[in-house]
């Protein structure tokens, strides 16, 4: 199957996360992946890269352009390189510590720290190396939750390398479901989890959110990490406030400092409150939950 990757001019960052927004919401035709991309940091310019598998309707997504007001030719098409992803991957990456968490590619075991939580992560295809200011929040939000606290099950959506997946794992070994809509993300993150040892722990299935049998017999969770894009958050939020328990706890990231309000309107909704934040560069985690301070402000 072909995979499209097409890709925006650099605009204002509002104006591109609206893009990402409305790219990642449509569900004809339905994105596999929607990303924002930093092209010029003096003047605060971005651009919406999206990749379709197998290529969208032309006609189709130019008149969703149009009516969400965009120029129907916005995206033009940037031919995907023939490389090897992995080893591209992790040229230049160095690991990552995010509280006592370590993330590293097996190039660099031999950094391994003899404390903390050392784990291994090599991206192949799928997105999440750990390098992004959205996973080190996810991370940061589950270590300082596990202060004072420890979930029964945990619930990673999009689950991406399955770097969080995995991190719930071995901070509290307890049984973690991880969903992404892409086989090939899923196959790389069961891999990747086997590899760091807690493969036993995680079950990781093929789902588009929260939809399958599996999620639905193991509901509710007490823990659901959730680092997709403001748009799925906010449309996906009944869902998400349905899938914690009472007194769970439900981390959100993916989104910018701007699409706080947006991406907590509807979880407010639900009756879901914010219990902190963590605010790494431009990018914005949110941990909520149905009562109990827990204190995550940060930046």
């Not at 893009?19 to 991309?37: G, I, M, N, Q, R």
């Not at 660099?108 to 192949?124: F, L, N, Q, T």
């Not at 799925?232 to 349905?242: H, K, S, T």
Request: glycine fraction near 10%; include cysteine; charge should be negative.
């Amino acid at each position: 199957m072909r995979t499209v990757h097409l890709v925006s001019r650099s605009m204002d960052r509002a104006r591109a996360g609206f893009l990402a927004d409305l790219l990642s919401e449509l569900a004809w035709p339905e994105a596999s992946a929607v990303a924002l991309a930093e092209t010029d940091e003096a003047d605060d310019l971005w651009r919406v890269e999206v990749y379709y598998a197998p290529p969208p309707d032309g006609n189709a997504l130019a008149a969703a352009l149009t009516a969400g007001g965009f120029s129907g030719d916005e995206l033009v098409e940037e031919p995907l390189p023939e490389v090897d992803w992995v080893a591209e991957s992790l040229k230049g990456l160095e690991p990552v510590s995010a509280g006592r968490f370590f993330i590293h590619g097996s190039h660099d075991r031999h950094r391994r720290p003899v404390a903390g939580i050392s784990i291994e992560i090599d991206a192949g295809v799928a997105f999440g190396t750990g390098h992004h200011g959205t996973t080190q929040g996810c991370l940061l939000a589950m270590e300082r939750l596990a202060r004072s606290w420890r979930p029964r099950n945990v619930l990673d959506v999009g689950t991406g390398t399955g770097v969080l997946a995995i991190a719930a794992a071995r901070l509290w070994y307890v049984p973690v479901l991880a969903s992404d809509i892409d086989p090939v993300a899923v196959c790389t993150a069961r891999k990747n989890a086997r590899r760091n040892g807690v493969g036993s722990f995680i079950r990781f299935l093929v789902a588009p959110g929260v939809h399958h049998p599996e999620i639905r017999r193991t509901a509710p969770h007490d823990l659901v990490l959730a680092n997709i894009l403001a748009g799925p958050l906010r449309r996906m939020a009944g869902e998400l406030a349905r899938s914690i328990t009472p007194g769970g706890r439900l981390v959100l990231s993916g989104l910018l400092h701007e699409q706080e309000n947006a991406v907590l309107a509807p979880f407010r909704a639900h009756d879901l409150q914010l219990l902190g934040r963590i605010r790494l560069g431009d990018w914005s985690t949110l941990l909520l939950g149905r009562g109990g301070a827990v204190h995550c402000d940060g930046r």
